[in-house]
């Protein structure tokens, strides 16, 4: 992934995800995809590919948490909304219980 405001800050998909800040880069940046990434990002990933997750990420931002039917047709494939937002939430869950055990 490459930051749209930032020069040349590259990053992977697992910073991405958990809002890595690298300076001057910040979250909120908007970003380029800059190539497919066909394997999973998570280990447990209801068989999302990379690309797949990155998708669902823009959606959410271009169309608001919580518009699945939006984001599942952002996605242009065969997961309808509602496996969008069990996925999403999944995900989101995993990352709350890793983040309280580091605490």
């Known amino acids: 992934m490459e930051c749209a405001k930032c020069e040349d800050i590259h990053l992977c998909l697992e910073?991405?995800?958990?809002?890595?800040?690298?300076?001057?880069?910040?979250?909120e940046h908007k970003?380029?995809?800059i190539e497919y990434i066909e394997k999973r990002i998570f280990k447990y990933s209801d068989e999302w590919s990379g690309h797949e997750e990155m998708q669902?990420?823009?959606?959410?931002?271009?169309?608001?948490?919580?518009?699945?039917?939006?984001?599942?047709?952002?996605?242009?494939?065969?997961?309808?909304?509602?496996?969008?937002?069990?996925?999403?939430?999944?995900?989101?869950?995993?990352?709350k219980k890793k983040k309280k055990r580091k605490d």
């Open 15 to 27: 910073c991405l995800s958990n809002g890595k800040e690298i300076p001057p880069h910040k979250k």
């Open 31 to 33: 970003y380029y995809i």
């Open 56 to 95: 669902l990420l823009e959606a959410i931002e271009l169309y608001g948490l919580g518009n699945w039917t939006k984001i599942s047709q952002h996605l242009g494939n065969s997961k309808n909304g509602q496996e969008c937002e069990i996925h999403y939430i999944k995900k989101k869950r995993k990352k």
